[in-house]
């Protein structure tokens, strides 16, 4: 299992453009949000957090894009089928990796960019925490998309997802506002840890199943 | 049961309300008409398709 | 016996047989008790204090927002049965209820917006009950479109029913969001628990109408899973036989 995960994790690394493209693309649109704006206008909290949600959910779903279809078109995919091991622990080694290259530090640039964006007050751990745990659960919900429209491209596969994404948004925009009103919002966080706990560990087996379907 | 209304005219125009009840009225019969009728047409041109598929299949 | 019974309703020849012979007087009964009811909300009860003649809206607008939440409840069970017994004609009876389904929730969202615009003064607001019936609008065109990107049926009919499981949890979501989130939508008039806050003059034909609102629906489905079921046994002889 774990030997499986390196694999994977060097095998992503080496492929400098799978996760460092997505990354360099995330910093251009946060070079360019400020750009379109007045240069002494100070952001709203609600519209930089929403701002930074939607970005890193379209950057996550850009860089998942293609993550199934070269292992399925050169055949190491039936290979890690036919191996001992479950099937499962190949997709969530898989999804693992992309959540330490893509996920992590997505949510760190996030993060550093609320600290020069608006004033931070009392939101500097809650903000760190949504971004980690909402970016999370985005990925594993795009491999979930994108192994259900394998062969044809990931439009169909974003169709099916992101209403399946909405209540975390909601979630997020209902703790952000809680936050910033200087209310109790550890039962949101709470959700949200718990949406991540859910989806951790069920969705390497959904997709993996999924992906067995195609493999047939 | 009593009928509320106490003229043609006031049940058309409902104080002003009118206008949108029956427009949703209007809509929703149509909808529930064209889903009934799509499917009533699509198996009775399937069933005619099958029959006349198997009518060749035997000649 | 139960067992044999089930056996031989499931498979979809004698489900055709059946459906055959019970649509049309199902149908029919139900479009007259519809009428009924909406004739009986429309024109026999009294105005609304606040909302005055536009809540007459209400006749079809809850009807309608029931009936797409519980249609994709149907389609969820029918898809956890194809999945566990393999059993062919739910996934037909669950791929035919996709469309009605899809109209059912535009419908319910088209008479929302119109009750909005006197009521609200706006036909379209953001909140959460609004946004998660259009979520639930967007899963069924995905299915359908999900479906019909495949061309091989066994596989489509298995990502349906995954799709479809993953999907439920909005139902929940919508059910509970007026309580959740305090917004313009109104909360829920009539529940399980409480006594329900509507005038029982307004709320017997509110009841009719929901209950031959689901039964008209549910003679729709029977019509649409025999046109599934025809298009996909065309190649059996039973079918060739009709």
């Excluded at chain 3, 009428?35 to 606040?50: H, N, S």
């Excluded at chain 3, 409480?194 to 034909?205: E, G, N, Q, R, Y």
Aim: aromatic residues 16%; glycine residues 4%.
């Amino acid at each position: 299992m774990i030997r499986l995960f390196f694999k994977e994790l060097f095998k992503m690394v080496r492929q400098l453009r799978s996760w460092l493209g997505p990354l360099s693309v995330f910093v251009l649109i946060l070079v360019a949000f400020p750009l379109t704006q007045d240069i002494d206008t100070k952001f709203s909290h609600q519209t930089t957090f929403s701002f930074l949600w939607i970005i890193s959910l379209l950057v996550i779903m850009l860089s998942t894009e293609k993550v199934f279809l070269e292992d399925f078109d050169d055949g190491s995919m039936e290979q890690h089928l036919l191996k001992s091991y479950n099937f499962s622990d190949y997709v969530s080694a898989k999804v693992t990796s992309s959540f330490l290259l893509i996920g992590i530090p997505l949510s760190c640039m996030s993060w550093l960019f609320l600290q020069s964006a608006v004033a931070m007050t009392n939101l500097n751990l809650v903000s760190l925490l949504s971004f980690l745990l909402s970016n999370f659960i985005f990925i594993n919900f795009c491999f979930f998309g994108n192994a259900v429209s394998l062969k044809r491209g990931s439009l169909l596969g974003l169709l099916i997802i992101t209403p399946l994404l909405f209540p975390v948004l909601i979630i997020l925009g209902k703790m952000l506002s809680a936050a910033l009103l200087g209310l109790d919002y550890s039962n949101f966080l709470l959700l949200l840890l718990g949406c991540s706990l859910i989806s951790g560990p069920l969705m390497p087996f959904v997709i993996s199943y999924i992906l067995k379907i195609h493999l047939e | 049961m009593k009928f509320y209304f106490e003229s043609i005219n006031e049940i058309f125009f409902m104080g002003g309300h009118g206008i949108y009840v029956w427009i949703v009225v209007i809509v929703l019969f149509t909808t529930l008409l064209l889903l009934i009728l799509n499917f009533a047409l699509r198996i009775n041109r399937l069933v005619k398709e099958i029959k006349t598929f198997s009518q060749i299949k035997d000649n | 016996m139960l067992k044999k019974f089930f056996h031989q309703f499931a498979s979809p020849k004698s489900y055709f047989r059946i459906a055959t012979k019970i649509q049309n007087p199902f149908l029919l009964i139900f479009v007259l008790l519809y009428v009924f009811a909406l004739a009986w909300g429309l024109l026999f009860t009294p105005e609304d204090y606040i909302q005055g003649n536009s809540y007459r809206i209400i006749f079809m607008h809850v009807p309608a927002s029931f009936v797409s939440q519980i249609l994709f409840l149907i389609m969820a069970f029918c898809s956890v049965i194809f999945l566990v017994w393999r059993l062919k004609l739910s996934i037909y009876v669950a791929k035919s209820i996709a469309p009605i389904g899809a109209a059912v929730t535009f419908f319910a969202l088209f008479s929302g917006s119109i009750w909005g615009i006197p009521t609200w003064g706006t036909w379209w607001q953001w909140d959460a009950r609004i946004t998660s019936t259009l979520i639930l609008l967007i899963m069924y065109l995905g299915l359908i479109s999900l479906h019909s990107s495949f061309n091989n049926y066994e596989k489509a009919d298995r990502f349906f029913a995954i799709i479809v499981l993953a999907g439920v949890i909005n139902i929940p979501i919508i059910k509970k969001s007026v309580d959740w989130w305090s917004t313009l939508h109104q909360s829920a008039s009539i529940t399980l628990t409480d006594a329900p806050s509507i005038d029982p003059l307004m709320l017997a034909p509110l009841f009719l109408s929901i209950f031959s609102f689901f039964g008209l629906i549910m003679g729709i489905v029977i019509l649409s899973s025999r046109y599934e079921i025809l298009l996909r046994e065309q190649s059996k002889s039973w079918v060739k036989s009709l």
